[in-house]
C-alpha cells in the first residue's frame, strides 16, 4: 500500500522521551524519517496531512513464534491423570502436537491473522524465532526455504516489518545426541541454517521492511562447537543473534549438572557476545550475570505474558535496569498481541513480587513507569532487528500508530497523561492507523485478514 501523504502533522507525538506538539513528520524515499520538528508553523504544517490522534513509534515485537498463536486458549486446561504436571515441560508437549501438523499453506494464513493483529496492537516490526523448517515426517522440502517463505508472503501481505530468524535446533537436551521423535521438523545445522539466511535474503532484496538474522534455540539444543560456528558465521554478515536462554529453573539446572556453569555464565565464558546478541527470555539470572550481558552491549528480550502464562517466573528487571542494561519486549506464544499490555504485565509482576508500585519508574529513572518502559523497549529495537528502528528521530525507519482519542481507556485524559492511560487503563486503547516505513498497514478496526484458525484445527 503506498503512503497517503509524504508530510504528516501530529497534533501530539512522542519524541525523545516525551510528548511534543504539533511535529511536522516528513517520510523520505527510502521510508525513513528526513524531518521531525516539533512545534511547527502553521506555513510549515500546511502541505502536511492531520493525524487525528497522538502519534507513538511502533515497537518491535523481538520474539515471536506465529505458529503457536493457533494454540492460544487451548492449553489453558490441568493435565489428567494421577500425578500429571502441569507446566512449561507439560505445555511443550501440547504446542509440539501442533507444530508437527501445520503446512506451509497453514502457516502463511495463521502468521497473516497474527501480523495483522500486531500491527492493530502498535508492532510494526516482528523478529520470527522460525525453527518448523522441514515437513511433518521430517524429510526435508525440496525448497528448504518453504516454511521460511510462509512467514515472508505473511508479513508482505499485511504490510508487516519481518526479521526472519532460521533457528538452529540440533538435539533434545545437553546429554542426548539427536532430536526426539516429535521435534524431527526443526532439524537444522549451521549450514542449513546459513543457505536459508542467504536464499530469503535474495528472495526479499529490496524490501526495507525485511531482513534476516539467525537463532539458536537454546544451550541444550545445540553442539558447542555448532553454535560457534553459526555464531562466527552471523558475526562475518553483521546479523543479529537471538537464544533462548535461562527461562526455565530446569534448564538452569540442567546446565549446571553437564557443564558446571550456568546458562547465561556459560555464553559469556565461551561465545564473542556482542551488542547483536539478543537473549530471550534471562528470567533466572545472576547480579554477575546481568552486569555481563550489559558489558558486551548484548540486549534481553523479555515476554512478560507468555512467562506469566508458561510459570518461567519474574524477569529481575530492577537488576537490569540498575546497570541500564538494553532490552526489548516480545509476545512469544502470543497469548496477548499488544505492546500496551505486554508492559502492563511488565510492571505489574514487578509490583507483585516486590509490593512497590511505578518500579520502572524508580529504577530506570522518568516520572511515568509507562514512559520508562516504552524508551527501553524502542531502544532495544536496533538490537533485536539490526535496523533504524529507534522512534520519531531522524535517519529511522517511518514506523508509527496513530491512537484513537475516542477508545474509552484514553477518552478525556490530559494531553501528558494519555500514555500512562494507554498502558495502564485496560481494555486497551485503540490505533486508528498505523504506518511501516511510512506506509499505511493498518486502519481502524479492519484487521485485514480472514480468519485462520480453521486452518489448523477445522472449527
Known amino acids: 500500500m503506498k503512503s497517503e501523504a509524504l508530510q504528516f502533522v501530529a497534533p501530539q507525538a512522542w519524541v525523545q522521551g516525551a510528548w511534543a ?139 508487516m516489518g519481518l526479521t526472519l530468524l532460521p533457528t538452529l535446533y540440533m538435539r533434545s537436551g545437553f546429554a542426548a545426541t539427536g532430536l526426539r521423535e516429535d521435534q524431527r521438523r526443526f532439524t537444522s545445522t549451521p549450514d542449513s541454517i546459513a543457505r536459508v539466511v542467504e536464499a530469503v535474503r535474495a528472495h526479499t532484496q529490496g524490501d526495507a521492511r525485511i531482513n534476516v538474522g539467525v537463532a539458536i534455540h537454546s544451550l541444550r ?112 506464544s502470543h497469548v496477548t498481541r499488544r505492546w500496551s499490555e505486554e508492559l502492563r504485565l511488565l510492571e505489574y509482576s514487578q509490583r507483585l513480587t516486590q509490593r512497590k508500585r511505578n518500579v520502572a519508574a524508580q529504577t530506570m529513572g522518568p516520572l511515568s513507569s509507562a514512559a520508562a518502559m516504552l524508551e527501553a523497549a524502542i531502544g532495544g529495537g536496533h538490537n533485536a532487528t539490526g535496523l533504524a528502528l529507534g522512534g520519531l528521530k531522524v535517519g529511522q525507519r517511518a514506523d508509527f500508530c496513530v491512537l484513537d482519542m475516542q477508545s474509552p481507556a484514553v477518552l478525556g485524559m490530559p494531553a501528558d497523561h494519555v500514555l500512562d492511560a494507554l498502558v495502564f487503563s485496560s481494555p486497551d486503547a485503540r490505533f486508528s492507523a498505523v504506518y511501516v516505513a511510512g506506509q499505511l498497514a493498518h486502519l481502524g478496526n479492519d484487521a485485514g485478514f480472514a480468519p485462520a484458525m480453521h486452518a489448523l484445527w477445522g472449527g
Open 221 to 332: 539444543a545445540v553442539s558447542p562447537p555448532a553454535l560457534i560456528e553459526l555464531a562466527a558465521y552471523a558475526k562475518s554478515g553483521n546479523l543479529p543473534v537471538h537464544i533462548h536462554i535461562a527461562e526455565q529453573t530446569q534448564e538452569v539446572d540442567d546446565c549446571l549438572a553437564h557443564t558446571r556453569q550456568r546458562p547465561i555464565e556459560w555464553l559469556l565464558n565461551h561465545v564473542d557476545v556482542d551488542a547483536r546478541w539478543n537473549l530471550v527470555h534471562a528470567t533466572h539470572t545472576t547480579a554477575a550475570e546481568l552486569a555481563g550481558v550489559q558489558s558486551r552491549g548484548a540486549s534481553i528480550v523479555i515476554c512478560p505474558a507468555t512467562e506469566a502464562n508458561l510459570g518461567d517466573g519474574v524477569f529481575d528487571l530492577p537488576g537490569y535496569a540498575a546497570r541500564q542494561g538494553i532490552w526489548s519486549i516480545g509476545s512469544d
Open 21 to 159: 506538539y504539533d511535529v511536522l513528520l516528513e517520510v523520505a524515499a527510502d521510508g525513513t524519517w528526513r524531518t521531525v520538528r516539533p512545534d511547527a508553523t502553521e506555513q510549515q504544517q500546511a502541505a502536511a496531512t492531520r493525524l487525528q490522534g497522538p502519534v507513538l513509534p511502533g515497537v518491535v515485537n523481538a520474539h515471536s513464534h506465529a505458529f503457536q498463536r493457533a494454540i492460544a486458549g487451548l492449553t489453558e486446561r490441568r493435565s489428567s491423570g494421577a500425578g500429571a504436571a502441569d507446566d512449561f515441560w507439560s505445555w511443550r508437549d501440547r504446542m509440539y502436537s501442533a507444530a508437527n501438523r501445520v503446512t506451509p499453506e497453514q502457516l502463511e494464513a495463521i502468521a497473516s491473522q497474527l501480523y495483522a493483529e500486531l500491527l492493530a496492537g502498535g508492532y510494526t516490526q516482528v523478529c520470527e524465532f522460525h525453527y518448523l523448517h522441514n515437513a511433518q515426517d521430517g524429510a526435508a522440502y525440496a525448497n528448504p526455504t518453504e516454511m521460511s517463505l510462509a512467514l515472508v508472503r505473511a508479513a508482505q501481505r499485511t504490510g
